[in-house]
């Protein structure tokens, strides 16, 4: 399960120096990896914990809200939004997708995966040390 987990925070890394990095040349797909960094992040914590991964969108927001939490939850949502809007060209249900919004996305995204990662080095390094039960 540690190196599942791992996995998934290595791919949002990836998905967010993407998200970064192509910004400047193609905001629809920066706001598509943005989705999918954060995605990668809240499964990282699914996996950590012994969760089945839902296949649905909703349900992963749903096991999102419950772990790790509301503001990943409501990230997700937005994101979505942005990821619909720039992959499917739908209409704004939430957040208009402009290069200011990605802008902000990003670093919001940013220090999502960074509490995740850390959070998950902690609970790693108590159960290694013995001061976290296994259940």
């Known amino acids: 399960m540690d190196k599942k987990y791992s996995n998934e925070?290595?791919?949002?890394?990836?998905?967010?120096?993407?998200?970064?990095?192509?910004?400047?040349?193609?905001?629809?797909t920066s706001a598509?990896?943005?989705?999918?960094?954060?995605e990668?992040?809240?499964?990282?914590?699914?996996?950590?914990d012994g969760?089945?991964?839902?296949?649905?969108?909703?349900?992963?927001?749903?096991?999102?809200?419950?772990?790790?939490g509301e503001k990943y939850y409501t990230a997700l949502r937005e994101l979505y939004d942005l990821r619909m809007q720039a992959d499917y060209g739908a209409?704004?249900?939430?957040?208009?997708?402009?290069?200011?919004?990605?802008?902000?996305?990003?670093?919001?995204?940013k220090d999502l995966i960074n509490s995740i990662e850390f959070n998950l080095k902690l609970q790693n390094d108590k159960k290694l040390n013995g001061e976290l039960g296994d259940d």
């Open 51 to 68: 969760i089945e991964i839902p296949k649905n969108h909703q349900k992963l927001w749903d096991s999102a809200n419950e772990l790790p």
């Open 9 to 28: 925070l290595k791919d949002a890394r990836e998905f967010l120096k993407i998200a970064e990095d192509i910004l400047g040349s193609s905001l629809k």
């Open 91 to 109: 209409m704004s249900l939430i957040v208009p997708l402009n290069s200011e919004i990605i802008k902000k996305a990003i670093e919001r995204v």
């Open 32 to 38: 598509n990896r943005l989705y999918f960094a954060l």
């Open 40 to 48: 990668k992040g809240v499964i990282a914590c699914l996996n950590y």
